[in-house]
Nanobody, 124 residues
């Protein structure tokens, strides 16, 4: 199983960015994929989950209404709108140990197969 996040970059406050998580070795139709981020000096934060198994979703309050996760063949996306400086972080994707977002939610201990992260910088 391999996951690889990409699409990060520098964006101005209020701007948008779309991240991709390329997935191989698992069937997204039977998996939950979570997005996490880690800012310098802070703990890794779970921000979203999408399940191809039961179609459940989860969003942390910090991104609810601004970020949306979608899934296509072998790729999970994270559309990020209305970006703020506090969204600056390295973003990672990972596979939930259980394919139900209502269970794994944003619990970092319930995810594995972490991919290499991609840096998002929100700054003017």
């Amino acid at each position: 199983v391999q996951l690889q996040a990409s699409g990060g970059g520098l964006v101005q406050p209020g701007g948008s960015l779309k991240l991709s998580c390329a997935v191989s070795g698992i069937d997204l139709g039977f998996s939950a994929i979570g997005w996490f981020r880690q800012a310098p000096g802070k703990e890794r934060e779970g921000i979203s989950c999408i399940s191809g198994h039961d179609y459940s979703e989860y969003y942390a309050d910090s991104v609810k209404g601004r970020f949306t996760s979608t899934s296509a063949t072998n790729t999970v996306y994270l559309q990020m709108n209305s970006l703020r400086p506090e969204d600056t972080a390295v973003y990672y994707c990972a596979v939930g140990e259980i394919a139900r977002c209502k269970i794994v939610k944003n619990n970092v201990n319930l995810y594995g197969n972490w991919g290499r992260g991609t840096l998002v910088t929100v700054s003017s």
